[in-house]
């Protein structure tokens, strides 16, 4: 079992940067497929990111794509989120999520949650 942690949200302006963590407690951090969801006020969660055990391959959702980087510190048992050119649009509740061995968007097939951390981006 894994313990998740997620931190770095809050309000910037569009147009600006934000970088999100997710501290991982628990079981081997390095075995699991971490992904990024979020989910924004009065719509349900969506995929955002994903990243496999060693950070070899990553998989973006369409509309972050080029503007968003997911990353991975086994050392430190951290997952991270680099938000770039942030957009009203990506206003939502962050979160990260583990997968023991499924590596895709299904956000059912993902084992442990963390609580999530809001970011909202103002025009």
């Known amino acids: 079992q894994v313990q998740l942690v997620e931190s770095g949200g809050g309000l910037v302006q569009a147009g600006g940067s934000l970088r999100l963590s997710c501290a991982a407690s628990?079981?081997?951090?390095?075995?699991?497929?971490m992904g990024w969801f979020r989910q924004a006020p009065g719509k349900e969660r969506r995929f955002v990111a994903l990243?496999?055990?060693?950070?070899?391959?990553?998989y973006y959702a369409d509309s972050v794509k080029g503007r968003f980087t997911i990353s991975r510190d086994n050392a430190k048992s951290t997952l991270y989120l680099q938000m770039n050119r942030l957009k009203p649009e990506d206003t939502a509740v962050y979160s990260c999520a583990a997968s023991t061995d499924y590596y895709g968007t299904n956000i059912g097939s993902y084992d442990y949650w963390g609580q999530g951390t809001p970011v909202t981006v103002s025009s």
């Open positions: 628990g079981r081997t951090f390095s075995s699991y497929i």
């Open positions: 990243i496999n055990s060693s950070g070899g391959s990553t």
